[in-house]
């Protein structure tokens, strides 16, 4: 049976991210197929950091297509350019959004969600999908955050990405 790290309390974000990234990446790297890998790293990260919502959505046919997630329900399809998910993929930049009603365009999928954070997966200079991370709370996400979801999610894209079209 799986057992999600035992985080210690009082450990800071960072210890947190430098706990689990590592197990993360021992589960996925030997799984070949892409969603039941994204499927434990929402699980994962959901689990031991406390998040509101947690997921994927992948670029398909010129939009953004919800994927692996926890989290509640979340609208299923995001075009370019469009809410901080959009945005994210269109500047291939990661985006921490303090509050999440003073970003124009937010989409709001839950009311409870205050603030966000979404880094895109880079393949060869192209998004082809971006991690979504809503918190309940305020300004829940800084720069320890957007580094250690970079460093992650360039792992995602070497495992899990190799032959994605
Ligand atoms: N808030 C996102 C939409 C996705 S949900 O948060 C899960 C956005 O503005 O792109």
Known sequence: MFKLPDIPQGATKEQAYKEIIPQITALISSETDRTAALGNVAAMLHGCMGFFWTGFYLVKNGELVLNAFQGPVACSRIKYGRGVCGTAWAQRQAIVVEDVDKFPGHIACSS????????????????????DIDSDRLSAFDDTDKEMLLGLCRTITEICFQNYE
């Not at 409870?112 to 991690?131: D, W």
């Open 112 to 131: 409870l969600s205050r603030s966000e954070i979404v880094v895109p997966l880079l393949r060869n200079g192209e998004a082809v999908g971006v991690l």
